[in-house]
């Protein structure tokens, strides 16, 4: 279910973070459904426990899992308009980066915006409905 890219600069926490948000926005994993423990995950991907274990830590702190005692690790039953400001922001920035390097690229505001719907649609299965 998770792959990671040991080649790749980001770290492997921040890799499995992403699978899992990849995973529940494509209808993978739902509200309720259970992960794995820290040390099955790490036993399965090859990393050690504390690396899961930060992942898992991040993931609790945005609202995405939920872990109670005794009974598991569990998809989190996010809400519609959870929002953090910050990383809004953060993002904003990285788009705007991105977006720049698009434009001496070549591309114009219609192509730059038909490859953000591309990768909206592919992100949420191919829906055409963006969630507000």
Request: proline share 3%.
């Amino acid at each position: 279910m998770i792959r990671l890219d040991f080649r790749s600069t980001q770290p492997i926490y921040e890799q499995i973070i992403s699978q899992y948000k990849f995973l529940t926005l494509q209808g993978y994993l739902k509200s309720g459904d259970a992960i794995p423990s820290v040390r099955r995950l790490a036993v399965d991907l090859e990393v050690t426990p504390g690396t899961v274990a930060k992942a898992y830590r991040e993931m609790e702190k945005q609202g995405l899992i939920e872990t109670l005692r005794g009974k598991g690790t569990f998809i989190a039953d996010i809400p519609e308009k959870l929002r953090d400001e910050g990383v809004i922001r953060q993002v904003k920035e990285g788009l705007k980066e991105r977006c720049m390097e698009l434009i001496y690229q070549g591309l114009d505001k219609n192509e730059i915006i038909h490859l953000i719907e591309e990768i909206l649609d592919e992100l949420q299965g191919g829906k055409n409905n963006v969630r507000n």
